[in-house]
């Protein structure tokens, strides 16, 4: 009777672990969403801005403060930043991370509906795979929870390995902040996005530990009292004022379909990273899990390349024919084709015709000069 008790409760708990699952991964699909929405209802608050003549975000104005469509993006963000934050305390950082992809893919979509940014073949295949990605790290994401409880939570921050990476991640965003942002900021999207996304990190880690809290406070355990809890709170405000603040210079300076994708894969990386530090989330996975999700995060890294790099390049389903077609005529940007290099046996030929041609074009012309 003993050993069938501990197998029921194995097989209860095994289950509420997989419901914690799937109840994650519906939140972070959700919160992309609500994440990609949010990106151009932004996007068109700065742009109406910039058409009244106003201080923009990138010369350090703060007119978006007045203008509705800027808050309802912030509203939808933060709708999905909730999603995102619940689906932290129920399903692993090395899922819910990575699926912020298919905020990349609704804002690209919406984008090209709403901002007239066109979405080529390039990127609708980029969109594909980025789904494709998705699902692949879906499957061999890890199931079972490291972190439960805020005490294994405070055990996890004093890890030499986390306090080092933090460190390191402080410095680095105080370097960009102070000596590179002002110099290369409006020059170059990487440093803004940089800044987002080491800080974005942190803030993972602040939302991951929040989540667990708030899960034992729901199961009447009295975290309230527990000063790791504040620490976090304050450390998340903190790190998500810096993200929103760079946030809005990079949207207001570049485009859209530029920023949002490097800030992905720049933000994921780097959220991979601090999860493999902090929560050791990988230990658990066998050899093909790691490989599927490595493959999985390479082909949406692939599919949002295809979603930038050619987003400029005019090539939609109906010109395709124009671009198999041969010769000249229907070369798409107007040069000669490539041709095969001349043999010897042709050569040979063209040095034998070459004096008949240039006699019969003699005799024309003198034909043609006769009275």
């Not at 104005?61 to 930043?81: D, F, N, P, R, V």
């Not at 077609?325 to 040095?351: C, I, M, N």
Request: glycine share 10%; hydrophobic share 50%.
């Amino acid at each position: 009777m003993g050993c069938l008790a501990v197998f029921s409760f194995n097989i209860v708990e095994m289950d509420g672990n997989r419901m914690d699952f799937y109840i994650g991964l519906s939140l972070a699909v959700s919160s992309s969403v609500f994440i990609g929405g949010s990106f151009i209802l932004k996007k068109k608050g700065l742009l109406r801005l910039a058409s009244k003549g106003s201080t923009r975000a990138g010369q350090g104005g703060y007119a978006y403060l007045k203008e509705w469509l800027w808050w309802a993006g912030l509203i939808s963000m933060g709708t999905g930043e909730a999603a995102n934050f619940a689906a932290y305390a129920f399903a692993p950082a090395t899922l819910v991370t990575p699926l912020g992809a298919l905020s990349v893919l609704v804002s690209a979509v919406l984008s090209s509906y709403f901002l007239n940014e066109r979405l080529n073949v390039h990127g609708k295949i980029g969109c594909l795979l980025c789904v494709l990605g998705s699902t692949v790290m879906v499957i061999h994401a890890p199931q079972e929870e490291e972190v439960a409880s805020l005490s294994a939570m405070a055990e996890k921050l004093k890890d030499p390995g986390f306090i080092v990476f933090a460190v390191c991640v402080v410095g680095s965003s105080l370097v960009l902040i102070f000596a590179v942002a002002p110099r290369f900021g409006q020059k170059n999207v990487l440093v803004y996005i940089l800044i987002c996304s080491v800080i974005g990190s942190l803030s993972v880690s602040c939302v991951k530990g929040l989540g667990i809290g708030i899960k034992e406070l729901f199961a009447g355990i009295a975290v309230l009292k527990e000063p790791l809890f504040w620490s976090l709170l304050i450390c998340l405000v903190i790190c998500v004022s810096v993200q929103i603040n760079y946030l809005n210079k990079a949207l207001d300076i570049f485009n859209t379909s530029l920023v949002t994708p490097i800030y992905y894969v720049f933000f994921t990386t780097s959220v991979m990273a601090c999860s493999a530090i902090l929560f050791k989330e990988w230990l658990s996975m066998n050899t093909d899990g790691v490989v599927g999700t490595i493959s999985g995060f390479l082909t949406i890294i692939l599919g949002i390349f295809l979603l930038h790099a050619f987003k400029d390049i005019v090539f939609t389903f109906d010109s395709l024919p124009l671009f198999l077609r041969k010769g000249p005529q229907g070369f798409p940007w107007g040069h000669q084709p490539y041709v095969a290099l001349p043999s010897h046996e042709t050569q040979a030929e063209d040095e034998i015709k070459l004096p008949r041609e240039g006699s019969s074009k003699g005799g024309w012309g003198t034909h043609q000069r006769a009275p």
